[in-house]
Structures are given as C-alpha cells and as structure tokens.
C-alpha cells in the first residue's frame, strides 16, 4: 500500500527556516501532483503549496517569496523549504500526493501522518 513518510517539522524562532520532507512508497503508477497543506488548531486544513509532474509550482499569497516546493522525481520525495518563518506558519504540515496505483485505475489523494511546525515570536 502507498505510505507518505514526513520529516523535518520542528521549533524555530521566527525568521529561522525548515525544510519538510516527504517520500512516498509503495506500488506507485504514477504521481499526478503532490502538495503541502496545513492546519492550525482550531482552523480547517488549507492548501499551502502545489507540484505538478510536469514540475509547475503554485502557492498560496501568503507563503509566496518564503516558501518553495520541489521535488525529487527518482525517490517519489517532495520538499517544502520554508525561510523567514512566521509564527501565523505554526500548525501541523501534511504532505498530499494526488496519484495512481496502476494504468487502469483511477487516481486518489494520500495523506502523510502530518508534522509540527511551531515558530516562536
């Protein structure tokens, strides 16, 4: 079964940066997209950052200049590098990938276990 693995959340002052990591496995067709959302307590869970298999990016405003998503197409690996980190960014960041499990079937969402990010002011 496809398992989406997070790494790299953590504590930093505001100002600092963190990279997230995110590598999926398993019997993998294809991968149509994968994307970093998050959710702060309290809140609903908001899209963040979009990769598409051709290697289009998009972004939210609010994290646009701060943040870049990229991949690694050969390790089926996203990446979210996060500089001049906010303490509005501190929520739980879940790794997303839009794919599918062979030609013939049909493409679903997957979801990592989701990593803390907290930055302090």
């Known amino acids: 079964q496809v398992q989406l693995v997070e790494s790299g959340g953590g504590l930093v002052q505001a100002g600092g940066s963190l990279r997230l990591s995110c590598a999926a496995s398993?019997?993998?067709?294809?991968?149509?997209?994968m994307a970093w959302y998050r959710q702060a307590p309290g809140k609903q869970r908001a899209w963040v950052a979009l990769i598409t298999s051709g290697g289009r990016t998009n972004y939210v405003d609010s994290v646009k200049g701060r943040f870049t998503i990229s991949r690694d197409t050969a390790k089926n690996t996203v990446y979210l590098q996060m500089n001049s980190l906010k303490p509005e960014d501190t929520a739980v960041y879940y790794c997303?990938?839009?794919?599918?499990?062979?030609?013939?079937?049909?493409?679903?969402?997957?979801w990592g276990q989701g990593t803390q990010v907290t930055v302090s002011s």
């Open positions: 997303n990938a839009n794919l599918r499990l062979s030609y013939s079937d049909n493409s679903y969402d997957y």
């Open positions: 398993g019997s993998i067709f294809s991968i149509n997209a």
